[in-house]
């Protein structure tokens, strides 16, 4: 262990403000965004990293070293989500179509849309931001602890020992929640997605991307993406390895399509009853 983050550590656990809150913006924008991921709002995503940060710093004293303070205060994050996510229905995966006949039916809700891609002039529409979006909507199909282990490790690079401790659950059950997680996600794929698979029933990146940059080129931007390049040529499971490390280097906090992304998922949530308006 770093000798610093150790005297951080130390002083963090004596009652330092100062030095825990250094510790924590060391992995704060990871944690925003990996809450982003399961609860899909920008608010309680916001919310419940902070509710952690103050349970974290106020707890200090009983944190026990068995694990990295990175693991326990996502572990905290975790469970303040799982409360919320277990109130919720779980998504099908024709989400994506469901927010799709809404947005083409309710000039209400298009107009929304494009009120936010117009606010700014940096707002775009970038198809990796999207398969992003898509895998998030996809991931959101699964149980939750399936989801959040999924995530965990195949976006964020936390062990298996890590996620059975954020889940509390052994390092055998872990492996199989997150063994069962990437086959559903790959069948989900499989099924649905026409960017490798001509018999694929969803291509809302292209039309979206037609859509909102119609000057733009979609085939040139789709063979920039490896996965899409190796589509005929990779098995299913390495195809989704491949999504997998696309997904892992986008921020769906950040970055110029982050609020249009955002608008986009408001508008699956809504058509699908998780909330009343937006």
């Known amino acids: 262990m770093d000798s610093t983050y150790q005297e951080l550590l130390d002083l963090a656990i004596g009652g330092d403000a100062n030095a825990f809150q250094k510790i924590f913006l060391g992995f704060h924008d990871q944690l ?16 419940i990293s902070q509710e952690s940060y103050l349970k974290a710093y106020s707890n200090l004293k009983s944190f026990q070293n068995k694990s990295s303070i990175k693991t326990w205060v996502f572990s905290i994050a975790t469970n303040l989500a799982y409360d919320l996510l277990r109130q919720r229905k779980r998504w099908t995966v024709d989400i994506k179509s469901q927010g799709k006949a809404l947005a083409m039916s309710d000039p209400s809700v298009w107009d929304k849309i494009q009120k936010v891609r117009h606010e700014s002039e940096e707002e775009a ?11 998030t909507c996809m991931s959101k199909t699964l149980p939750i602890e399936r ?12 062990s298996v020992k890590d996620i059975s401790l954020i889940l509390e659950k052994s390092i055998d059950i872990t492996k199989h929640l997150l063994q069962d997680a990437r086959k559903t996600m790959v069948q989900i794929f499989d099924d649905r997605c026409a960017l490798i698979r001509k018999e ?9 991307n037609g859509a909102f940059n119609p ?22 499971d390495e195809l989704y390895e491949m999504r997998a490390k696309l997904i892992k ?7 110029k399509g982050a ?3 955002d608008i986009l998922m408001k508008t699956d949530r809504f058509a699908f009853g998780e ?4």
């Open 32 to 47: 925003k965004s990996y809450l982003y991921r399961l609860l899909t709002d920008f608010d309680e995503a916001e919310d």
């Open 125 to 135: 529409f970038e198809i990796r931001d999207h398969i992003n979006h898509c895998f």
């Open 147 to 158: 989801q959040i282990a999924l995530i965990l490790k195949d976006v964020y690079d936390f």
């Open 200 to 208: 694929g029933v969803c291509n809302q990146c292209s039309e979206l």
């Open 215 to 236: 000057k733009q080129d979609t085939q040139i931007q789709l063979n920039q993406i490896d996965f899409v390049k190796g589509s005929k040529k990779y098995n299913r």
């Open 249 to 255: 280097a986008i921020d769906p906090l950040k970055g």
């Open 259 to 261: 609020n249009l992304q």
């Open 275 to 278: 909330i009343k308006s937006f």
